[in-house]
Each structure stands twice: as structure tokens, then as C-alpha cells.
């Protein structure tokens, strides 16, 4: 399998190559050159095989060809899973005939983040000892992706992490999740700043070429292929489940950057038996704009109680703008420039009809998020998450006559609990792994909005 930007102007890559690249050199994301699809004797067997199993079945043909050979592949899956806490990985929880939740937050750090980070983690380890190469990892998060992005790296061979917080504004569970890990390898910064003065500068160093050089810049943000590549996994093995039911199934994705959902996509062209993906978005809704007006169009960016949902653009979406595109990067590259200038894309006609043949969408409001979390208590005396929430109001709104609905849980409750709190007066309990987080020491080192400041502490992160 060969990767190409989406730009159309990035040397051709393979697994291994788009993995620790990231971002490719022309501003596009590495994409497949082709789709595999599953073969039905697979698809037949994929219930009875463990989840680490139908992984690296699943996961293979995107890997083959590269560096890392089928059994190394099923031995880093195999490793990942482990850490999750439940038995069946990613269990399928049933709240009404019809409706499920895809629980995906049983790994180590409570978000469907770990399903494909604890893989990730482990695939660069694996590619950085064959190459003899090291890297540093710089990446900025706003909550969920800091925490599993630095427990799939920590105490790893060949990796340096430095993950950019904005102070004060991630919650205390999540900040302490990250800052009370206590491996060498690991460097918290909290930026006095916003969450998008750090990812400005986590780009302006990936845009200072010989900053990037130098200092082996590498990637764990969700336009890293490798983790759409995982995520899979999870709409095949849950699909075909209900499907042999005789299910009808379709998936609501509570939406930010789109790497979830284009998974399901992918899975469906792989040919798991999913009928309709639906977009769901809270306030921050530039997805379901522009798939009711075929025009996407920026706007700034309000805070919710999803906050891993609060995104302005959606990166990952450029991957499937490439193929409404008709694969053509250098048409897709000029439109992008379009947008960048004026905050505005208008698709080609017959993409916007694909899109709207291939998905639905809908927003969720806050007071809608807060009723939901509470009927659902009331309903079946469980809590969800509001990122969740907002799956669940969208599915239980455009789920039709006979079709079962599967809502992403995408995090435990335990990491949003005043708005737990608030909608249903239950305090969710955090998981007994995580408990110490509030008696160990925190390390992080503050650091101004500025560039070069944060430079020299990664540089001398990475000679250290
Ligand atoms: C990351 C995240 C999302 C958004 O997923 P995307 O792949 O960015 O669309 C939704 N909910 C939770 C809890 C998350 O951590």
C-alpha cells in the first residue's frame, strides 16, 4: 500500500513513511492510493476472532509493503488492547431495542483517543528501533489527546513528547492526567494562552523547516494516518455483530476534527454492512452547515460542555474532500488556498450530492446535551458523557423505522463530571486506576505565547 497527499504535491510514502511524517510536505494529508476491501470469509469470522485479532486482520493491508511485517503487527495490537479494561475492548451496550452505544473509552485514559494511540505509540517505537532514528513529538491539546497521546509514548524508546496545554483552561482531571506522569521522556507546557495559541505554535514549528529538521519534529494529532487507519476496526467488528442479528446499522459520531466518522466511511467502503453515518456536532456545527448548504464557511469557535467538539475546521475532513474532489490534489490544493484566503469553500455540485448521499448530519444545543444526559439516566440509570450526549440527541432524532441506531461513547463520564453533575445530581465515580492523580506531584513548566521560547525548550528537550 502506497500513500499520497491530498495536496497531490508530497512524495509517495508507505506505511511507515506516512506514520512518522504526519502532516505531508505540501500542507495536504497522506492518503491511501487505494481501498482494500475485506474478504467475505474474513468478514464471516471477524465475531469469533478477539478485537487484537480482527485488528491486525483489518489494519494489514493498510501496513503491508512497509517495514513492519503482518506478525509484528499483530503483536503491537495485541499489546494495545491489553490495556484496556474491559474484556470485550470496545463493548456494544444496549439502552432501547434499537439504540447502542459503542463504549470506546475503556483504555488507559478514559477517550476513544486510546483505541487508536495505544497503537500508534507502539508502531513508532517499533519504526524509530528498525530506523535508529529518534523523534520528538510535539502536539497541543485541549483536553483528551494530551493524556492519551503522553500514555502512549511514555518511557518509549526514541521518543521525546512535549504536549502544550493552554493554562488553566483544560479541566483539573485532564490536566492532572497528564502532568502527574512521571516518565523522562515525558514534557508538559502550559502556554498562557488558548488552546489555539497552541496549536499556532505546534504549526509554526512544523512550518520552520530547519526548526523541524533539526529537531526531528514528528506528530500524534488526528491527521496522523495511522490512527484513522485504527479506528477502523471498531464500525467493522460492531457492524457486522448487529448486521448478524439482522440488524439495519447505522453509526451517530459525536464530530470535531472528523477522524472518527471518516473511519466509518472507510470501514463501509471495506465493506462492513453500515447503512447510514450520521455528523453529529454540537454549537460548533461547520460539518452540518455545510452539508445542508455545500458551502463551507469559518466561524469562530464557542465553548461547550463537549469541548473536544469545539473545533472551528475540521482537519480530517480534508481527506474526504479529496475524494468529492475526485482524488484531483492540485484541484482540491487551490481550493484550500481559496479557503485559507476567505474562509469560504463551495464544493463542486457533484460533491456536495455525495455528500449528502454518504452521510446526514445535525447539531446538538447545550440545553439539548444536558435533557438528554438526564433521560438516559432517568431511562435505563446510566450515565453518559456530553460528548456522547450530543450522539445520542442526533441519533435518537434521524434514527428511522427499523434502523438500529449505534451512538459513539467516545469518553467516561468521570472526565466531565459538573456537567454529569448538573444534568442528573449523580457524581460519576473516576475508575479506581486513575485515583491517583490526586495525590501524585504534577510536572509542567509555564511558558509565555511566544515562539521562540517554546523553541528552545524543545530543542533542548530533544539534545537532552
Ligand atoms: C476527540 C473526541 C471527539 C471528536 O473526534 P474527531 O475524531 O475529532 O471527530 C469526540 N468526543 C470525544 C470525547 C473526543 O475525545
Known sequence: MKYQSTRGDAPVLDFAGALVTGLAIDGGLYVPQ??????????????????????????????????????????????????FRHDDVVPLHQIGDDEFLLELFWGPTLSFKDVALQLVGRLFEHELAATGRTITIVAATSGDTGSAAIEACRDRDGIELVMLHPAGR??????????????????????????????????????????????????????????????TVYYVTSSVALAEQGRKVSFTVPTGNFGNILAGDIARTMGAPIERLIVASNNNDILTRTHETGVMVMDGVTPTTSPAMDIQVSSNFERLLFELYGRNGNLLSEAMDEFRATGQLRLPSDGADAFRRDFAADRASEAEVEVTIASVNDGVGHLIDPHTAVGVTVGRRLRRPGETMVELSCAHPAKFPDTVFAATGVEPDLPAHLSGIWERDERVVELANDLDAVESHVAAVTAS
Open 34 to 83: 487505494s481501498w482494500p476491501t475485506i474478504d467475505a470469509g474474513d468478514l464471516a469470522r471477524i465475531t469469533k476472532m478477539d478485537y487484537h485479532e480482527a485488528a491486525a486482520l483489518l489494519i494489514w493491508p493498510f501496513v503491508e509493503g512497509s517495514s513492519i511485517s503482518r506478525q509484528a503487527l499483530a503483536g503491537m495490537a495485541e499489546a494495545a488492547y491489553a490495556t
Open 170 to 231: 483544560v479541566s483539573e482531571v485532564q490536566r492532572r492526567q497528564m502532568t502527574t506522569v512521571d516518565s523522562p521522556n515525558i514534557h508538559n507546557v502550559a502556554i498562557e494562552g488558548t488552546f489555539d495559541d497552541c496549536q499556532d505554535l505546534v504549526k509554526a514549528m512544523f512550518a520552520d523547516r530547519s526548526f523541524r529538521d533539526a529537531n526531528h519534529l514528528a506528530a500524534v494529532n488526528s491527521i496522523n494516518w495511522a490512527r484513522v487507519a485504527a479506528q
